[in-house]
């Protein structure tokens, strides 16, 4: 069974900091790389940043030098560090799989919602 729990939004004033966390199942965590995605007011879905199994970072240019993404493999946990917010880094974050081959899994946990005011 899939699940996906997001926690840590909130609102804060554009240049501060927050750390998002996701508790996944253990069977999603340890088989499969996973990603920070996220969707703006009225936007489209999109991958923020991915991290694989072993720990290895990407990230959308729009977030690069900005975010920091990582994984705890013993608590089944993967964190996004957010520096520097800015107003368009308003939306509501996901976590999920992140699979070229596959995709995202179909079920989405709540998301937790980050508002950046300016």
């Known amino acids: 069974q899939v699940q996906l729990v997001e926690s840590g939004g909130g609102l804060v004033q554009a240049g501060g900091s927050l750390r998002l966390s996701c508790v996944a199942s253990?069977?999603?965590?340890?088989?499969?790389?996973m990603g920070w995605y996220r969707q703006p007011p009225g936007g489209q879905r999109e991958l923020v940043a991915a991290v694989t199994i072993d720990g290895t970072p990407n990230y959308a240019d729009s977030v690069k030098g900005r975010f920091t993404i990582s994984r705890d493999n013993a608590k089944n946990t993967v964190y996004l560090q957010m520096n520097s917010l800015k107003p368009e880094d308003t939306a509501v974050y996901y976590c999920n799989r992140f699979s070229p081959k596959f995709g995202p899994y179909t079920y989405w946990g709540q998301g937790t919602q980050v508002t950046v005011s300016s």
């Open positions: 253990g069977s999603i965590f340890s088989l499969n790389a």
